[in-house]
Structure formats: C-alpha cells, structure tokens
C-alpha cells in the first residue's frame, strides 16, 4: 500500500469511526428521552391519583362546611321565627308554657 492510500483509508476508518460515535451518543440521547418521557408519565400517572383524592378530601370538607352553614342558618331561622310567634302571643295575652326547674 502507498503512503496516500494509507493515509486515505485511515482517514476514512476514523470518518467512520465519528460516525459511529455520534449514532451511540444519539441512541444513547434518545434512551435517555424515552426513559425520562415513561418516568413523566408515571409520575404524573401518581400525580393525578394525588390530585383526586385531594379534590375528593376538598368536596368532603366542602360538603361539610356547607352542611354546617345550613343548619346554622336553619337554626338562626327557627329561633328567629319562636321570638316571633313569642311577640305575638305576649300581644294577645297568651305565653309559651316554659318549665322551670
């Protein structure tokens, strides 16, 4: 072989050689975004569980507090109207029997 084919074979054995290196850093690259990508995935999978049962803890209290606040209104309307029906029988004469103890 002559020095210039030599050198032209060598030349291009290391051209193949680049190549095959970046092909491995491009197959590694895209394990890399695929395994990230399935990690994603099953994280956010996680995510959406947490996030459910968050929402369903938030509408039970939601549901609670507003149980709450009805029959504190209800309350507040039952009081509101036994004074009334007190003012009205007080002006016709007539009481609530109330016993004391």
């Known amino acids: 072989m002559s020095g210039g084919k030599a050198t032209k074979v060598e030349e291009s054995f290391q051209r193949v050689l680049g190549f095959k290196k970046m092909a491995d850093r491009w197959q590694n690259s895209h394990n890399h975004c695929v395994w990230q990508t399935t990690l994603g995935q099953r994280r956010n999978l996680y995510a959406a569980l947490r996030t459910q049962d968050t929402r369903g803890q938030e509408l039970a209290l939601a549901d609670k507090q507003l ?16 004074r009334q029906y007190q003012q009205e029988l007080n002006l016709t004469g007539r009481a609530f029997y109330v016993e004391r103890l």
Do not use: P, S, T, Y
């Open 67 to 82: 149980l709450m606040a009805r029959r504190a209104a209800l309350h507040q309307l039952l009081e509101q109207e036994h």
